[in-house]
């Protein structure tokens, strides 16, 4: 029996794929036509028969609502680097690659992070969080 040497990827980024449009609750055809990737081509991914291009992988990933990056990493285009700024994860790439959330949940925990990111103060001028201030009246 021959081996498929891209059979690998199958069980990485095709297999990825099909959780991500099952969670999604999307028929293969339709997720076909939200990536504008034909149907044949999109089952031939999912199983591990064709290796896409990361065009193709940029617009499977809108479709999915999905990090693009992550499919990059699973089709081997990109190294994984799961350390961000100075060491700490990189908490958007975490929320995108977890298979357990739904693309809603995912947008979701984003947003919700983003929103404490965008408001928490500058480095090295953190305020006490040991209450809320009193008013002086």
Do not use: C
């Not at 999604?24 to 199983?47: F, H, T």
């Not at 693009?68 to 994984?80: C, F, H, K, Q, W």
């Not at 790439?93 to 965008?118: C, G, N």
């Amino acid at each position: 029996m021959s081996r498929n040497p891209l059979s690998d990827l199958g069980g990485t980024l095709g297999g990825y794929l099909r959780e991500q449009r099952v969670a999604a609750e999307l028929s293969l055809r339709q997720l076909s036509e939200l990536a504008g990737v034909s149907n044949p081509y999109l089952s031939q991914i999912e199983r591990g028969l064709k290796k896409p291009s990361a065009e193709i992988l940029q617009q499977i990933a809108k479709a999915l609502q999905v990090s693009a990056e992550t499919l990059y990493v699973r089709a081997g285009i990109l190294e994984d680097h799961p350390l961000g700024h100075a060491g700490t994860p990189d908490v958007r790439t975490a929320i995108a690659a977890d298979p357990q959330l739904t693309p809603h949940q995912r947008k979701a925990l984003i947003a919700v992070y983003e929103s404490f990111v965008d408001a928490a103060p500058p480095s090295g001028n953190h305020r006490s969080t040991r209450g809320p201030k009193k008013e002086t009246t």
